[in-house]
Every structure is written in C-alpha cells, then in structure tokens.
C-alpha cells in the first residue's frame, strides 16, 4: 500500500526558508509515470497546488510560487522534499505530499484532483 507521511519543522520565521520532507513507502518514487506533489490549503482558504517531481526527476513549479520554491528527492531514501524561501505568514497552511499518475502530452501535474494517494498533511505556520 502506497503511504506518504509529510514532515516539517511546524512553526518558521518570516523571511526564513521553509524545508518540508515526504516519506514514500509502498512504491518507488522511480516508477514510471508517476509524479509526486507538494499542496497546501492556507486556512479558510482552497487547495494551492505548489510542485511536482517526476519519476526521472523532472521539477515543476506553480507560477505563483516557482522562483521561491525548489522541489528536489533522495532515491536511496526515497524521500523527496520542498523548499519555500522567504516565506511570510501568507504561507501559513497545511502542506501535503501526495502521488499523481501522468498522463498524454498536454497534461499537467498541477491538476489537484488527480492525485490520488495523500499524505496526512503537515501543519505550517509562518509567525515571528
């Protein structure tokens, strides 16, 4: 059974960077085609799709977060891992790791509703 368990420091400083690190078990983050995501959900507020890693190691990054976030992984660990540089407290959320399957030519692992194994979220909140 595919399992991803998030983990992160909790509480971080403004103007500080925010590591997060997602544990995979049950599959290879190497298999072929599938990618895996980092989204949150600021309280009150949608789902935000902000990275994903392919299975050869390919980044994507949302437009709105890219140049602040570098997605990466381990292999041997089979972890993979988020960045967030400078945050403020609009980055204040829960942050999930989750898997998505990819897809033909036009398609984009931005789409939230095609993840289908979530972690259970990581609470993060951005305050001095």
């Known amino acids: 059974q595919v399992q991803l368990v998030e983990s992160g420091p909790g509480l971080v400083k403004p103007s500080q960077t925010l590591s997060l690190t997602c544990a995979v078990s049950?599959?290879?983050?190497?298999?072929?085609?599938?990618?895996w995501g980092w989204i949150r959900r600021p309280p009150g507020k949608d789902l935000e799709w902000i990275a994903a890693?392919?299975?050869?190691?390919?980044?994507y990054y949302s437009p709105s977060l890219g140049s602040r976030t570098t997605i990466s992984r381990d292999t041997s660990k089979n972890q993979f891992y988020l960045q967030l540089t400078h945050v403020t407290p609009e980055d204040t959320a829960t942050y999930y790791c989750?898997?998505?399957?990819?897809?033909?030519?036009?398609?984009?692992?931005?789409?939230?509703?095609?993840?289908?194994?979530w972690g259970q979220g990581t609470q993060v909140t951005v305050s001095s």
């Open positions: 989750a898997r998505v399957a990819g897809g033909s030519v036009s398609w984009t692992p931005a789409r939230i509703r095609d993840y289908d194994y």
């Open positions: 049950g599959t290879s983050i190497t298999t072929p085609h599938y990618y």
């Open positions: 890693i392919s299975y050869n190691s390919s980044p």
